[in-house]
Structures are given as structure tokens and as C-alpha cells.
């Protein structure tokens, strides 16, 4: 027995949408500690995408905007597997089609779209599976480590990201009436993924997070994976209702000596 104690365990992961995801890092060491996982995308067009990067792993299509396919996936997985030791969910959306705008410029239904795909969806994912969770299940999402700072180039998601972690803390109060399933986020710094790499400005805001690191080396995609699969486990029984910041120490750099001798720098 290892010491995360994962074999024969089965996990729900939401939202692999290539192979450089952080769910699809979490699913590819969840399976190397001998648990099996299951997967739920977006949609057809998704899934196929996927197709030769899930092989044969079994794969939902579950669009969690609408409430309807939320409560279809949880009836399929309960036909098709029984119980589950756990949920991952990373999924998020912002519809920025329109540019970057100032925060006080967001659209009302950008912004609600966005919390019900990114946030409240994990709500309603806790509710449709609670009767398939095990006992002692552990539920995790993947949330930012600085919800509370503003980003220009992130538009409206920091309220919503922080949105995910307020209800996961919340849910770990509501579960804990009657069962001991553990809910908590993983607060990621910036990750160089397919999906950040559509995000206009992100390579300036990611190098200058480099340099803020402690270590001066941003996070690999495996280390969230690596917080998140300690936190699907029983070794991490007594954490619950927290959200645990995974950024190389760069929330604790702000006033690095080099950071603040380039921005003093007198311009040209």
C-alpha cells in the first residue's frame, strides 16, 4: 500500500481539454497510483478531439451550463460505475470575444455565463453525485492564487474564480451534516497552458510571475496535478473546506529587490 493509498480508488475528472491540461496531468498520475478515472468533456466535438488521447477510458459528454446534462452524467456514471472516491473539477469559461474590457465595461450575462460554467456548475455537481460519493470522498477544483489581485489580461474571471472557492468552502459545511466528504481548491499560479495561451498580454504577465517566484521558476503543470492528487487522497484526511495556494512562493515576492530595481528603472 502506497502512501496515498489511491489503488482500486475511481475518480470523476472534469474538463481534460488536451494533453497539456492540469486534469489531464491529474489523471495521469492518479492512474500511476492505481486508481481508475473517468472522464466528462464539453461536448461531441470535444470528445473526439480526444479521442486518441483518452483511448479506451470511459468518457461522458456533460455541458455543465446547462443544469439537465449535469443530473444526465451523474444518472450515467451511477448506471455505469456505482460509487466514486472522488471529483475533480476543472472547468472554467469566459466569453471574451469581444476583447479585453475594463471590469466596470463587463456584460450581465458574460458574467453570470461565466460564474455558472466556472463557479455554481461545482454546486450543482456536489448535489447530482452526492448520493455516489463514497463517504469519505474528496472533491476538488482548480481555482487562481490571486483572485484578490487584479489582472488586466484575465478580465472578469478573478471574482468568479474566487466565486469557485467560497462555494467549495461552503459545501464542505453542507456536506459535513451527514457524510465526511472533503472539498477544497488548488490555487494555481500561472501555468503556460493551451488555454492561457489565448489570453492576450498572458506571456508578459507569466514571465513577470517568474520572476516574482521565490525560486525564479514558474510552476509546471505536474506540481498543481501533484497538490491535487495529494488532496483526492486519504493522506490528506484532515484537510477540508481550504483552498491550498500552489505558486512557488510568488504571492510572497512583491518587493523582490531585482522586480523593484526594474520597475524603478528610469525610462528612455
Known amino acids: 500500500m502506497s502512501f496515498l493509498n489511491l489503488e482500486s480508488k475511481r475518480f470523476l475528472v472534469m474538463g481534460v481539454a488536451n494533453r497539456k491540461s492540469v486534469a489531464w496531468a491529474i489523471t495521469k498520475s492518479l492512474e500511476e497510483a492505481g486508481a481508475e478515472v473517468i472522464h466528462s468533456v464539453r461536448s461531441e466535438a470535444r470528445l473526439e478531439s480526444l479521442k486518441k488521447l483518452l483511448g479506451d477510458r470511459k468518457a461522458y459528454v456533460c455541458d455543465v451550463e446547462f443544469p439537465e446534462q449535469i443530473t444526465a452524467l451523474a444518472e450515467q456514471v451511477a448506471a455505469d460505475c456505482g460509487t466514486l472516491d472522488g471529483i475533480v473539477h476543472s472547468i472554467a469559461f469566459a466569453n471574451y470575444s469581444e476583447g479585453f474590457k475594463p471590469f466596470h ?147 510572497r515576492n512583491y518587493f523582490d529587490k531585482n522586480v523593484v530595481a526594474d520597475a524603478m528603472r528610469p525610462e528612455k
Open 105 to 251: 465595461a463587463t456584460v450581465r450575462k458574460d458574467f453570470l455565463q461565466a460564474t455558472a460554467i466556472s463557479a455554481f456548475s461545482l454546486v450543482e455537481v456536489a448535489n447530482a453525485f452526492k448520493s455516489l460519493l463514497d463517504h469519505e470522498a474528496s472533491v476538488v477544483s482548480i481555482g487562481i492564487s490571486s483572485t484578490d489581485v487584479t489582472a488586466e489580461n484575465y478580465g472578469y474571471m478573478a471574482p468568479i474564480k474566487a466565486a469557485l472557492e467560497t462555494s467549495s468552502y461552503n459545501l464542505a459545511k453542507s456536506f459535513s451534516v451527514d457524510t465526511r466528504v472533503r472539498f477544497n481548491t488548488v490555487n494555481a499560479g500561472p501555468l503556460k497552458t493551451s488555454a492561457s495561451a489565448g489570453i492576450p498580454g498572458y506571456i508578459d504577465s507569466y514571465l513577470y510571475a517568474e520572476k516574482l517566484t521565490l525560486r525564479k521558476q514558474n510552476l509546471s503543470t505536474q506540481e498543481v496535478a501533484n497538490t491535487a492528487v495529494f488532496l483526492l487522497s486519504a493522506a490528506s484526511s484532515g484537510i477540508n473546506g481550504q483552498g491550498i495556494v500552489v505558486n512557488a512562493g510568488m504571492d
